[in-house]
Nanobody, 115 residues
Framework: QVQLVESGGGLVQPGGSLRLSCVAS????????MGWYRQAPGKQRELVAV???????NYADSVKGRFTISRDNAKNTVYLQMNSLKPEDTAVYFC?????????WGQGTQVTVSS
């Protein structure tokens, strides 16, 4: 069973930056896609960004131009670089990996954007 462990969350002021990391417990070389969701209090979980094993990316409209997703297969890691953060980016961020039989999720990391 794959385990995904996120890190890098925290408290940051508006306009600041954070980089989230998600490390998988096995090789992600054959993972077609990995990505990040987020869930704010009282809201549904929403897709933030996805990266395929060919390097193609897709982003939610709300984060385009500010967030960058990338993956390092050699380190079994997916990153989410978040710049120009806004208070509305405050949420728990979850790493996910869709597989044939099921989708794996990390435990989440809290991102709070506040002055």
């Amino acid at each position: 069973q794959v385990q995904l462990v996120e890190s890098g969350g925290g408290l940051v002021q508006p306009g600041g930056s954070l980089r989230l990391s998600c490390v998988a417990s096995e090789t992600i070389f054959n993972y077609n896609a990995m990505g990040w969701y987020r869930q704010a209090p009282g809201k549904q979980r929403e897709l933030v960004a996805v990266v395929t094993n060919r390097g193609s990316t897709n982003y939610a409209d709300s984060v385009k131009g500010r967030f960058t997703i990338s993956r390092d297969n050699a380190k079994n890691t997916v990153y989410l670089q978040m710049n120009s953060l806004k208070p509305e980016d405050t949420a728990v961020y979850f790493c996910y990996a869709p597989r044939v039989t099921r989708t794996y999720w990390g435990q989440g990391t809290q991102v709070t954007v506040s002055s």
